[in-house]
Structures are given as C-alpha cells and as structure tokens.
C-alpha cells in the first residue's frame, strides 16, 4: 500500500502556566498573580519584573520563595468532511502542580547584586489522549484516496494519543547601580536551559480483519541552551516611579535525542535523532509607570512587547504573526492595616495571530486575564503572599478551502475553532535579613 505522509504536522505541544508572550513567562513571583502590574516594583519580585528597581530596597539581604499550581486546557473543535459526525472535539489537558522559583538580593547602598532561578518558559505537560485533528484528517483522507474513494471511516479504527512538555528553566544574576538618589540601573544575565520531550503514537486499523493500515510511533527528547542579556533603569520622584526593562532575544538551537521514530524519514521526520530545531527566547520590553495615590493605596500601568516576529522558531512559522505580543497591564494594591495587604489587576494580550500560524500542536488565543490576593506582613521581616490569576480567551477560528494544500493537506475543506482556560494558584514567602 502506498505510504500515508502527514504533511506539515509537527508535535510541538506548548504547554504551561505561563503569562507573558508564546515563550515567555512572566509569573516568576506571587506578587504578579496577586496584583497583575509590578514593572515599577521595589519590592523582592522586582529581581525579575523590575531589577534596576531593588536599588531602592532597603541595605541587606533579602530573599524570596513561591511555589505555583497551573492548570490548562486546550480545546480544538474540528469541522471536516470525512467525519462522520461532521464536527469533533479534541481537548489536551495541562497541568503544573508545582512551579518553584527563588530570587535573593543584596543591597549595600549604592549598589549591589540580585539573582533568581525560575521556569522562565513553558512549564508542564499537555496530553491530548484522543490525539489531533490534524492526524485523524490526514490518515482518513490518505486511505480514502488511496483506495479511489471505497475505504470509509466506517471501514477502520483510527487511535492517537500525544503528550508533550516544555520546560526552559533560567538561572539570572546582575549588578545595580544608584547613580543618584533618584536614578538606578541594571546590567545582568541570564542562561536558559530547555529541555522537551514529545510522545505519542497513530494507528488505524480495519474493523473486520485487524488489518493494521498505520503505525506511527515517536519518543523524542529536546534539549538546547541560550543566553540573554538584560539591562534595566528606575526613576523615582517623590511618589512616582518610572522604570524599564529590555531583554535581547536568546538564540535557542535545540536538538533531537530520540528513543523510538518509526518514521525518520517521512510522517515524522522533524524528530529524525541529531535534528536542529529553532526556538529562540524573543526580546522583550517592558516600561512602567508606578504612583502612590496616598501611603496605602498604590497604582501601577504597565506595557509590554515581545518581538516574536523575529524570534527563530520551528517551520519559521514566526513569519506568519501580525506583530509580536502586546500586553497592556494594571493593578492596584492596598494596606489594610500594617498586617494585611490586598491587590488585584488585568491584563491584555495580544499575540498578532494569524491562520498560518496557529496549528492543532501550538496554538494561542488572545485573552484578558485577572489576578488578586493578599500578602500578609508578619513582621518587618517576614511576608507571605498569596494569589489566584485566571484567563479568558477569545476563541480563534481558522477555515481552510479546498485545493492544494487544502485542510491539514487534505484538499478537501475543514475548520477548527481554538480555546483555552488558565488558571494559576500560588503563594510565596519573602525574607528580608
């Protein structure tokens, strides 16, 4: 029989509790559940969100450390014409029970050096257990054109299951500088290591004589490494703050290491061992401006790039996007008293989607997202903070006509509508020696 090629299918199962752009995570701390805006922070969290800011910490150590749960799903339903119910629903299930992250920082006055270690990217498992749509279409309509239209879905058993994970851990170290009693900057670093691995398996079988049609098998782990530099500065003047992050992109090269390929020369080639992949960490600007409307109660807003457009990434599929992420934030936060403290904020992302590139294996949708919680102050030294970030996605709806390449490369014409939930819990603690 004619060999089945699924063309254009690669497993790329973006997974994770992440906030931020596609690659990006930017809930390194519990502050940023609890309160959404802290680009303006002088706080502990502000090691990552805003580093030239713990200039204006108080002199001495200080450390913190959080602990997320994060949970998804990813929901494609799939409209094509050799189904025979018409439409199908394919849901993958993420999840992260424990996200860890540690960030410590020293002030000596004019100076000093802060550092985290944290998942800066990805940051779970995502298993689709009834496979894609992508897969079940192309396998019926190979077999339905390989045999001139007499091998139905009626005819056979197709079964697909995949399971993906992504996690790019990063370890930062920097310098701060106050050159003036209102003026700081950053200089710093940080190395990123990802490591992936891509599971799974398509088989179709007929119905009365077991005959086996498709057998694809694959057990693959990525691994790479990259570097980014990171510069930041603040500007504080009486109650308001002003500050600025920007980190160059990191090139990421991430190579093969595959256990089991039943194909490395066709349907699943991508994962050939040795392979190269691209999946570059894209540069990323963040300004913010920060107010305290009265010692209490205190404002920020918040605006974020990331240039993925130029961005290196699998198929060069970076190509596709409109524009990078965009991301418009803000939050409020409020002492009740000297113990407690509340907050809550919303963001808005924006990614410049487009139908090239949103596939069944990496897709995203737009989405406002809101964060709230507490923090309790037990002393001058020790805080416990807690919070909750959830998102609402805009559904994402990509039809295909038919013709060449037409649906999944099927010629014939199909639909899916993409979806999404998210929700993070966490709670941290913070130390100041």
Known sequence: MKRITLLGVSIALACGAHAGGILTNTNLHVDFLRMVARGASHDIDAVYSNPAGTAFMPQGWALSLNIQSAYQTRNIESTFALFPEGTRKYTGKASAPAIPSLMASYNKGRWGV??????????????????????????????????????????????????????????????????????????????????????????????????????????????????????????????LTLAAKYEFKANLNIENKTRENSDPNGALAAFKDGVNTPSDIPAMLSVAAGYAITPRLRATL???????????????????????????????????????????????????????????????????????????????????NVGYFFSMYDDYTKSVEAGKPGYNGTTMPGKDVYSRTNKVFGMGIDYKF
């Not at 339905?144 to 790019?168: E, F, H, R, V, W």
């Not at 002492?335 to 907050?343: E, G, L, W």
């Open 302 to 384: 918040e605006y974020h790039f990331f240039d993925d457009k130029h961005a290196g990434m699998a198929g060069h599929k970076e190509k596709a996007l409109k524009h990078g992420t965009r991301e418009l934030l803000a939050g409020v936060e409020y002492d009740i008293n000297k113990t407690f403290t509340v907050s809550a904020g919303t963001q808005r992302t924006n990614y410049g989607l487009a139908d090239d590139f949103q596939q069944n294996t990496a897709f995203s949708c737009d989405s406002w997202s809101v964060g709230l919680g507490a923090a309790v102050h037990f002393n001058k030294k020790v805080t416990v």
């Open 114 to 239: 802060s550092g985290m270690l944290g998942v800066v990217g990805g940051g779970g498992k995502c298993s689709f257990d009834n496979g894609l749509p992508a897969f079940d279409s192309q396998v019926m309509a190979g077999l339905y054109a390989m045999s001139k239209g007499t091998l139905t879905p009626a005819a056979y058993d197709i079964n697909t299951a995949l399971q993906g994970s992504q996690l790019i851990y990063g370890g930062q170290i920097g310098g701060f500088y106050r050159f003036m009693p209102s003026l700081s900057g950053y200089a710093g670093v940080r190395v990123n290591y990802f490591f992936g691995n891509y599971s799974g398996f398509v088989t179709a079988k007929m119905k009365k004589m077991d005959k086996t049609l498709l057998d694809l098998r694959l057990d693959c782990d990525q691994k790479g490494w990259g570097v980014t530099p990171i510069l930041g500065v603040n500007y504080q003047y009486k109650n």
